[in-house]
């Protein structure tokens, strides 16, 4: 498989148009032959507060190309002493064509353009825009079992505050009453609550909460060990502000404490070895509010690829 950056691939100095971590840009979505394929969501209408995620797709791809260049060989990992994703087939889907007022027609390009990957048989790796994506995403998945893993520090389950119902404040709590989601985990919580209904309410219907203090006196490995997953297919999605804003400043609401690069990475190896997982998003990356090193979409990119490699370790 040719890498879309062409006469540039393999170049030492980063060149050429920048696709997720260098791999071949798809054309039609339902015509995509590969293991993964990623799909840019530049949609930020659902922030409350500080807008700027739309533009997470493109930061995020940009930063993806310091991965490049070794392409379907995969990657060595010398901290898990493993090679991860060879011979793993990744295309980049291209962005959804997000418009700039409608937003439930939005919403339905974003399920459509799921619900298509999903029909090619790759697993749909979503990126970004704010996580009110999510609950269109989640929709594609829906009508048979579902279990769904949230990485946050925002519980992001309000009902419904002043009219508002598909914010991104709203989201986990519009998939909690999609047909066939059972099992809700909130991982990495921690922002203070105005408001005490969502709490009760998630934990009301068996949700599980695990704090960001928890995972890191305990660990990431003996927090999700813990977590009563079930045998359902696992659809999980990562606010990168679940992560200290120390390492992710640029994302729309950062939150102070948080837990750390390696202990999200150990997290989702752990959730990739205990579940099938059947895609994922990472949501919330603002590049414009980044520190001027510009670290967060560069953290992204990586624990995308930490990620992959633990999933289809288990597919081996
Ligand atoms: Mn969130």
Redesign the pocket.
């Known amino acids: 498989m040719r890498r879309h950056t062409g006469a540039n691939g393999g170049d030492i100095v980063r060149s050429g148009s920048p696709t997720f971590f260098g791999v071949p840009l798809a054309g039609d979505l339902r015509q995509i032959k590969a293991d993964v394929a990623f799909l840019g969501i530049p949609f930020d209408m659902g922030t409350n507060d500080r807008p700027g995620s739309r533009f997470g797709p493109r930061l995020i791809r940009d930063a993806s190309m310091r991965f490049a260049g070794i392409g379907r060989d995969g990657w060595y990992d010398i901290e898990e002493n493993r090679h991860i994703l060879q011979g793993v087939r990744m295309v980049d889907g291209g962005d959804v064509n997000i418009r700039t007022v409608d937003f439930f027609t939005n919403f339905q390009k974003i399920t459509e353009a799921v619900a298509a990957l999903r029909a090619t048989g790759a697993l749909p790796v979503q990126v970004g825009g704010d ?1 009110a994506c999510t609950y269109p995403i989640v929709r594609a998945f829906t009508g048979r079992p579902l279990q769904v893993v949230q990485f ?1 520090a ?1 519980l ?1 389950y309000t009902d419904e505050w002043q009219g508002q119902r598909y914010s ?1 404040d709203n989201q986990m709590r519009r998939i909690s009453e999609l047909p066939g989601v059972g099992l809700i985990c909130h991982v990495g919580i921690r922002s203070l609550f105005e408001r005490v209904e969502p709490v009760e309410a998630a934990r009301g219907r068996g949700n599980v909460i695990i704090p960001s203090k928890t995972i890191v006196e305990q660990g990431a490995h003996t927090a999700i060990e813990r977590l009563p997953l079930t045998d359902a297919p696992c659809y999980v999605t990562i ?1 990168i ?1 679940v992560l200290s804003p120390s390492i992710a400043p640029g994302t729309g609401f950062p939150e102070p404490g948080g837990i750390s690069y390696y202990h999200l990475k150990e997290a989702l190896i752990t959730l990739a070895r205990r579940t099938t997982i059947v895609g994922f998003d990472v ?2 990356v603002a590049p414009w509010f980044d520190s001027p090193a510009a670290v967060t979409p560069r953290v992204a990119a990586r624990l995308m690829l930490d990620f992959l490699g633990a999933i289809f370790e288990r597919r081996e």
């Open positions: 996580h946050d925002h992001d991104h606010d502000d949501v919330e």
